[in-house]
């Protein structure tokens, strides 16, 4: 069934269909409409969850964390100052290897106050053992936040389904709603792997001296790299069943490309306007999508960058004294290969500002007539104004 809702009900629909059993919530803009239709579906018996209305993001988390160690398949959502104040439990959920999904509406941190979109709230838990996925639009955060709860209850980590705020959560499109016996014979409930069970006694979050927290951290590293294979076996069953697949990333036009714009979220929509438009006049440039940023699919980025001679990195995110993530990330990656593309590192859109095909095309024209970056990261469309 195809309905024309926001990106937020999206997701709302998700959590529907997969039959999330506890869901906590407190509201920030712009996540709220996530949590404020499943607390109608609730209310009204459409879903039969526990709705849990908490006083903090803090309080949200460890609500999950509780219900899902009891066995419970759980969600919330949040944005930006929320999330940071979950951090403690953040890594509290991935260091106890619960299977939680939660939607991110990315929103710039504050100070200044800004409620629009900027994606280093989520990029800044890159490193809790958390699995991030970023969505570009409606239909894209609906299949991911299913998938995610199949992949998230299989490897025993907690899953972000990241989308970008107000150019998605708060835009109208058509979305196609799965049937929800096709959704139940993808996901069946959730069988916990270790649970509270007052017949099969067992110590939950103990103290983990020296000889065995080292190991810890291995095994949810390595569940961690085997998620991205899990997620592809994952994403092919869900393929055969609802015709759709995205990829951990997604190369357009790549073969025999140039240049190469990278891209996350809903930029991508308007680079690939802007791919179209350029290889009309006659641009050898290609486009890649990167979806899935935890575990980094490194390899899949090399496959797809290894023959272009520049690549641009679109960040809508900063980390503070080096530069843009995924740059970061991409960098890193080709950092033992023999040939290596010119990296250039563009930081555009933070705080919500907009990036159009204009703006995308300063960048890929700044890429082509430069041989190598002035700096690591680059500032599109600064104000000098208010700089002076």
């Known amino acids: 069934m195809k309905k024309v809702i926001e990106g937020s009900h999206a997701v709302s629909e998700a959590v529907r269909l997969v039959k999330a059993e506890v869901i906590s919530a407190y509201p920030i803009t712009p996540q709220t409409h996530i949590v404020e239709l499943l607390s109608e579906y609730c209310a009204t018996g459409v879903m039969k969850a526990r709705f849990l209305r908490v006083e903090s993001e803090h309080s949200a988390l460890a609500a999950l964390i509780g219900a899902s160690t009891a066995g419970a398949r759980t969600f919330t959502a949040t944005s930006s100052q929320g999330l940071a104040y979950m951090h403690e439990l953040i890594h509290w959920t991935a260091g106890a290897r619960l299977p939680i999904v939660m939607a991110v509406v990315n929103r710039a941190l504050a100070p200044g106050w800004n409620i629009w979109t900027e ?12 699995l991030q996925f970023y969505c570009e639009d409606g239909q894209e955060a609906l299949d991911t936040t299913v998938m995610a709860y199949k992949l998230a209850e299989q490897v025993n980590l907690p899953v972000m389904v990241v989308l970008d705020a107000f150019f998605l959560s708060h835009t109208y499109e058509p979305v196609d709603i799965p049937d929800p016996d096709q959704v139940d014979s993808f996901l069946p409930p959730f069988e916990p792997k270790f649970q509270l069970d007052p017949l099969n006694p067992c110590a939950f979050n103990q103290l983990s001296p020296p000889n065995v927290y080292m190991e810890m951290r291995y095994s949810m590293h390595e569940s961690s790299l085997y998620a991205l294979r899990a997620y592809q076996d994952i994403e092919k069953e869900f393929q055969d069943i609802f015709g759709r697949a995205y990829g ?22 308007t680079c690939r306007l802007l791919i179209e438009e350029l290889r009309a006049s006659g641009e050898r440039v290609g486009l890649l999508k990167i979806k899935v940023f935890r575990p980094f699919p490194a390899e899949q980025v090399i496959d797809a960058l290894r023959n272009a001679k520049k690549i641009c990195v679109i960040d809508r995110n900063i980390s503070f004294g080096s530069m843009g993530i995924f740059a970061q990330e991409i960098r890193a990656s080709f950092c033992n290969e023999s040939l290596k593309p010119q990296i250039f590192g563009f930081i555009a859109g933070l705080g919500g500002r907009d990036i159009t095909v204009d703006t995308l095309k300063e960048i890929y024209f700044t890429a082509k007539e430069n041989e190598h970056p002035e700096r690591p990261d680059i500032w599109v469309n600064l104000n000098t104004e208010v700089l002076s």
């Open 119 to 130: 994606q280093t709230d989520t990029l800044s838990q890159r490193d809790t053992g958390w």
């Open 248 to 269: 951990v990333v997604e190369a357009v036009m790549c073969d025999d490309a140039e240049i190469i714009m990278v891209t996350s979220g809903t930029v991508t929509s």
